[in-house]
C-alpha cells in the first residue's frame, strides 16, 4: 500500500473522519464502503464520517484486517496523560461489579442501589486503567460530591466543566448540560468515560454528548436502568450492556442497612374525594378517547403533547394536575406525616412530596425546611449541614434528593406523593439505606385510598423486593 493510501481517524467536533483512499480499488477502499461501522460519505468534506463514539469499533476493524492507519485521536488521548488515583477498597458486590466490567472490555453498565457505593466502584475503575477520564453527572449537586470524593484519592487537579468552571485535568468532572455544550471540542481527550446516573440518557436526550466522545472505555453507573426497549438499546449503543445488576434485595441487611417498609393507608376528606373524583373523571376521559385514537398508545409524552393542541385536552391536565395536587397535600396525609415526625422526633427523616407545591406545603405546615429547585446552592447547601450536624431534624423535598445526595445518617422516611414510578422510588428509598452501625432505616409510604396512589403503592412495593 502506497504511503498517500495511509489510512487516518480525525477527530472533526465530535465526529471521526476518515479520508478516503486514492485508490478506489485498494483493499482499503473496500472496507471503507462495506465494513467501517457508523461511516458514512460526506461529500462536503471527501471523507467518510462516523460519531467519534465509534472510535473503539473503527480501530478494531483496521487492526483485525492488518490495515496500517495514522492515529491522532490515540495520540491525543495518550498526550493527555494518566488520572492517577490511588487504589480503592471495595466490598465484594463492588469488586464483583469491576471485575464484570472488565471482563466486558471496559465497556457497560453497573446497576447498584442507591447507597451502596457507585462512586467508589468508578473511581477503583479510574484506578485500574489509569488513563484519562472524563466523569458526566447530571447535576451541580454531584459535580460537588464527585469532586470532593475524588479529592479523597487524587493528589493533583481535579478538572471542572460546569457550574461556571472550565478547566480541563487528566480527570476532569462535568455536568450534562456543560459536556454536551463542550464535547465537540474535548471529546478526544479521555481514555476512559464514567457516566452517573446514566439512565438519564435513555430517553435520546442531550445524547449526542456520549456520541461525541470518542473515550474507548466506558462506564455507565445507575441504580434504575431503564424497562423499555428503546431505552436499552440506546444505552447499549453510547455506553453498551448491563453487565452487573445488584438490587436493594440483593444487598439490605448485608451491605446496606435493613429497613422496613410500611404502607399506612389515608382516607381523603368528603370534599377533597369530590374535587379528585371529578376531576378524574375529566382526565380519564381525554384519555381514553385519547388511546382509542391512537390504538391503545400509552406513552404519557404523547398524550401531553396531542392534549396541549386542543382546549379539551388542555382541561384535562388540569383537571390530572388538580387531582394530583388533592391527594399529594389531603389533610389526613399532613396530620399523619406530623405524627410520624413526633414519633422520630430524635432521628434525622426525609419527607418526599409530589411536587415543589405539596413542598413548600408541608413545610409550612410542618415547620421545616424544603429543599428544592428554587432553593439556591448556598441555601440549599446550609440546609443540609445542618441536618447533618443534627440541628435539623428533617427536610422535605420533591425530586432534588431522589438522586446523588449523601445523607448516611438520614434513617427514616416519609413519602407522601410522587411520580407514582419505580425508578423514583428506589432512589427515595436508597438516600436512606447507607450502612452505619446499628442502623435500620424504615420507610413510610402515606397512601390516599380510593385513589390512583393505590395501584402505584402496589408496584412499587414489587419493585422493592423483585
Known amino acids: 500500500m502506497r504511503p498517500t493510501e495511509l489510512m487516518d481517524l480525525r477527530f472533526d467536533r465530535g465526529t471521526i473522519l476518515l479520508p478516503k483512499p486514492e485508490s478506489s480499488s485498494s483493499v482499503l477502499g473496500g472496507l471503507i464502503s462495506r465494513d467501517l461501522p457508523g461511516a458514512l460519505w460526506d461529500p462536503r468534506v471527501g471523507a467518510y464520517r462516523a460519531p467519534a463514539c465509534r472510535y473503539r469499533d473503527l480501530r478494531a476493524v483496521l487492526d483485525q484486517r492488518g490495515l496500517t492507519f495514522v492515529d491522532p485521536i490515540g495520540q491525543r488521548i495518550s498526550a493527555a496523560g494518566h488520572a492517577r488515583v490511588r487504589p480503592v477498597t471495595l466490598r465484594p458486590y463492588q469488586e464483583d461489579a469491576l471485575l464484570a466490567w472488565r471482563h466486558a472490555g471496559e465497556t457497560g453498565i453497573v446497576v447498584l442501589p442507591t447507597g451502596s457505593g457507585k462512586t467508589r466502584v468508578a473511581l477503583a475503575a479510574v484506578a485500574a486503567l489509569d488513563r484519562s477520564t472524563l466523569v458526566l453527572v447530571p447535576t451541580r449537586v454531584l459535580l460537588g460530591q464527585w469532586i470532593t470524593s475524588i479529592h479523597e484519592v487524587r493528589d493533583g487537579a481535579v478538572g471542572v466543566q460546569g457550574d461556571g468552571q472550565r478547566t480541563l485535568a487528566p480527570l476532569t468532572v462535568a455536568t450534562f448540560e456543560s459536556a454536551y455544550r463542550r464535547m465537540d471540542s474535548i471529546g478526544d481527550r479521555f481514555g476512559l468515560l464514567v457516566v452517573d446516573e446514566v439512565h438519564h440518557f435513555a430517553s435520546g436526550a442531550r445524547a449526542e454528548a456520549l456520541e461525541m466522545c470518542a473515550a474507548p472505555a466506558r462506564l455507565g453507573l445507575t441504580a434504575t436502568p431503564p424497562d423499555d426497549a428503546p431505552g436499552r438499546a440506546m444505552l447499549d449503543r453510547l455506553v453498551g450492556p448491563v453487565v452487573c445488576h445488584s438490587t436493594i434485595a440483593d444487598l439490605s441487611g448485608r451491605h446496606l442497612a435493613p429497613f422496613d417498609h410500611v ?163 428506589i432512589q427515595r428509598v436508597g438516600r436512606l439505606l447507607r450502612p452505619r452501625a446499628g442502623k435500620r432505616a424504615v420507610v413510610y409510604e402515606i397512601v390516599a385510598r380510593g385513589t390512583y396512589e393505590e395501584q402505584h403503592a402496589e408496584r412499587r412495593r414489587r419493585s422493592l423486593v423483585a
Open 263 to 425: 404502607r399506612l393507608f389515608v382516607e381523603l376528606g368528603v370534599q377533597e374525594f369530590e374535587v379528585y373524583r371529578a376531576a378524574r373523571r375529566v382526565f380519564a376521559r381525554a384519555y381514553r378517547q385519547f388511546r382509542l385514537q391512537r390504538g391503545g398508545a400509552r406513552r404519557w409524552l404523547d398524550f401531553v403533547e396531542a392534549a396541549r393542541a386542543t382546549h379539551e385536552g388542555r382541561e384535562a391536565l388540569r383537571a390530572f394536575h388538580l387531582s394530583r395536587q388533592v391527594v399529594s397535600v389531603a389533610a389526613a396525609k399532613i396530620s399523619l406525616a406530623s405524627r410520624l415526625l413526633q414519633r422520630h422526633a430524635v432521628e434525622r427523616t426525609l419527607l418526599f412530596t409530589a411536587d415543589n407545591s405539596a413542598a413548600y406545603c408541608l413545610s409550612r405546615r410542618l415547620l421545616i425546611p424544603a429543599v428544592t429547585c428554587d432553593v439556591g446552592r448556598a441555601e440549599r447547601d446550609a440546609i443540609l449541614a445542618s441536618l447533618r450536624a443534627g440541628r435539623l431534624r428533617a427536610v422535605v423535598s420533591s425530586r432534588v434528593l431522589n438522586e446523588g445526595i449523601d445523607l448516611p445518617d438520614a434513617g427514616v422516611g416519609i413519602i407522601t406523593g410522587g411520580s407514582g414510578g419505580v425508578r423514583e422510588h
